[in-house]
Every structure is written in structure tokens, then in C-alpha cells.
């Protein structure tokens, strides 16, 4: 049975820096493409960032362009988040999801982990 985990959420402060790690289980990681999304507090969940098969192609949402970084290992089946300078409007649950289409669009991935909170403080 396909599943992602996440992990590496925590309690930060501004200007901080946390890394989230998504791994994968049951599936063949390397065929998939890789995204991170958030939700924050009485908000839809949204995109954050996307990675191709090789880690070469990189999409990122403009709130996170230049604090955010994604990543892959494909021999350890993951997918890595680097958040540097956290801002408190960072607040969110964030979940990682696979998918076979290059797209923002939540509907496209086919699976998802259970999501990790990530707190950031004034």
C-alpha cells in the first residue's frame, strides 16, 4: 500500500529555518512527481512547491520564492523542504503529494501524506 509521510514540522521562530522531509513507501518514488501544499488556519490548502522526476525542474509559489527550497533523493525515496525565514504567515499544516502530471492542481495528485504542522512566532 502506497504512503507518504512527512516529517520535520516544529515551533520556530521569525527568521528561522525548518527542513520537512516527505518519504514514501509503496511505490516507486522516482516515477513520480512531488509536491509540498500547506493549509493554514481557516484557509484551502495550497500549493507551495513542485519537483520533477530528476530534481531538476522546480515550481514554486511566488509567497515562497527565494526562502523555500525542494529537493529529492530518489535512492531513499525522498523529498525534502527547506523553509528559511520563516514568517509567522508560514503557519500551516503541510502536506506532500505525488503525482504523474506537472500541475498545481491539487485534484491531479494521487496521493497524499498526513501532514505535519509547521509554527511559526512573532
Known amino acids: 500500500q502506497a504512503q507518504l509521510v512527512e516529517s520535520g514540522g516544529g515551533l520556530v521562530q521569525t527568521g528561522g529555518s525548518l527542513r520537512l522531509s516527505c518519504a514514501a513507501s509503496?511505490?516507486?518514488?522516482?516515477?513520480?512527481?512531488v509536491g509540498w501544499f500547506r493549509q493554514k488556519p481557516g484557509n484551502e490548502r495550497e500549493f507551495v512547491a513542485l519537483?520533477?522526476?530528476?530534481?531538476?525542474?522546480?515550481d514554486y509559489a511566488d509567497s515562497v520564492k527565494g526562502r523555500f527550497t525542494i529537493s529529492r533523493d530518489n535512492a531513499k525515496n525522498t523529498v525534502d523542504l527547506q523553509m528559511n525565514l520563516l514568517k509567522p504567515d508560514d503557519t500551516a499544516v503541510y502536506y506532500c503529494?505525488?503525482?504523474?502530471?506537472?500541475?498545481?492542481?491539487?485534484?491531479?495528485?494521487?496521493?497524499w501524506g498526513q501532514g505535519t504542522q509547521v509554527t511559526v512566532s512573532s
Open positions: 503529494a505525488a503525482t504523474t502530471v506537472w500541475s498545481r492542481q491539487q485534484a491531479t495528485y494521487n496521493y
Open positions: 509503496g511505490l516507486t518514488f522516482s516515477g513520480f512527481l
Open positions: 519537483i520533477g522526476w530528476s530534481g531538476v525542474a522546480k
